[in-house]
């Protein structure tokens, strides 16, 4: 059974900073593109970071560049998120995903995980 459990999440205030992990089981995260996405009440979900298992690049929402970063580690099997500089615009539940497709497809991911809200307020 194939799982994506994701961690991390909090309650922060602007300007700090957390790192979202991703823990998988029953498929090999270095396999798969990732992709790492939010969701807030009445919006529809929306990419975060995408990593593209085809040529090895991370592409990001432009309003985290320079603030988020992806990471692995294959051998936990296991992908990260740092989020520096968080801005109550970042307020979200944050998801990460798994796919066989070249890029990160909302509507084309083949696993999800349940989700860490991320509470940025002061």
């Known amino acids: 059974q194939v799982q994506l459990v994701e961690s991390g999440g909090g309650l922060v205030q602007p300007g700090e900073s957390l790192r979202l992990s991703c823990a998988a089981s029953?498929?090999?995260?270095?396999?798969?593109?990732i992709g790492w996405f939010r969701q807030t009440p009445g919006k529809e979900r929306e990419g975060v970071s995408c990593?593209?298992?085809?040529?090895?690049?991370?592409t990001y929402l432009d309003s985290v560049k320079g603030r988020f970063t992806f990471s692995k580690d294959n051998g936990k099997n296991t992908v990260y998120l740092q989020m520096n500089s968080l801005n109550p615009e970042d307020t979200a539940i944050y998801y990460c995903?798994?796919?066989?497709?070249?890029?990160?497809?909302?509507?084309?991911?083949?696993?999800w995980g349940r989700g860490t809200p991320v509470t940025v307020s002061s």
């Open positions: 995903a798994a796919s066989k497709l070249a890029q990160c497809d909302l509507y084309g991911m083949d696993y």
């Open positions: 029953g498929l090999t995260l270095e396999t798969y593109t």
């Open positions: 990593f593209r298992v085809w040529d090895g690049r991370t």
